[in-house]
């Protein structure tokens, strides 16, 4: 599970870059920013993993519904996120973003799965949200003369958080039905991706007009949104995805460090506070679990699906039943 841990750490830092990379591009609206960054990368995605996606393309389709929910959910994601930094700035829109996700996706795994969340877990996305709220208070704060803008920006920071939560569950849940990893990322991706395609064409004209936006287009479908989302889905099939939303709060403490540090965007007390918060819930869910490794020693041996119909804890987990988390 360290290793899964560290791959989604990858990813946050690189997720981090976003709104300081963005915000080089002022010209560029952040529609046009968030379809060319994960419409492009998503598209990569699915080149990637178009072998394994055309090998598993039975069993997509037969869980189509999934995908197609997973796919929405990765066009509404960079819409809302971006233009959520746009309004109430870098910090704050990452902030919200991001610290809203572990709880839409625990009340996913809840409801929909039947799982039951440790106290660990529950503990480490309180710290965490907690200090994702200091943050935001804090971000704010120094934006009070924009309160309309930090308003906007709040809210399209929960239709992030809740639609990065929606994608994350949508293909973990192909995974756990024995689809491989790249064939879910890749079709999940790929989907939302060609849905971004329309966005892109109607509003990227601006990031043509010079080669500062067209290498920030570039930079932002490359790195954070296709290197970051391969190491977020390589670690997606090690841990559930109540885990991974959890572990990248640690983005919103690098897009503040750097919105600080090059933006020169303000973060008062509260907000390096909660920075901490959200490196102790960091610490706490990277200590060593025995019983995550029972559970994905189980899962590493099993063959999907198996002959055992709804006796098997694996193919057919009991609802009722704690998950390691």
Known sequence: MGGAIGLLLIASILWGTTGTVAAQAPEVSPLAIGAASLGIGGLLQCVVGARSVWSHRDALVKNKGMVLFGGVNVMIYPLAFYSSMSLGGVALGTVISLGTAPLFSGILER????????????????????????????????????GSGVVAGCLLGLVAGASYACYSWATGRLMQVGIARQSAVGAVFGGGGLLLMPV??????????????????????????????????IALAKVPASTATTVTLSEPAVAAALAVGLLNERLGVMGWIGMALIAAALLILMVRDPRNDRVLASVATHQIPCDQG?????????PNAELAR
């Open 111 to 146: 409801v929909a799965d039947g799982a039951r969340l440790t106290l660990r877990w529950y503990f480490a996305a309180t710290l965490g949200i907690l200090g994702s709220t200091l943050l935001g208070f804090s971000c704010a704060t120094e934006a009070s003369g924009n």
């Open 200 to 233: 892109l064409f109607f509003t990227g004209a601006p990031l043509l007009s010079s080669a500062q936006n067209l290498m920030v287009a570039g930079y932002l479908a490359l790195v954070p949104m296709f290197l970051g989302y391969l190491c977020f889905g």
């Open 310 to 318: 709804t006796r098997c804890g694996i193919c057919q987990p009991d």
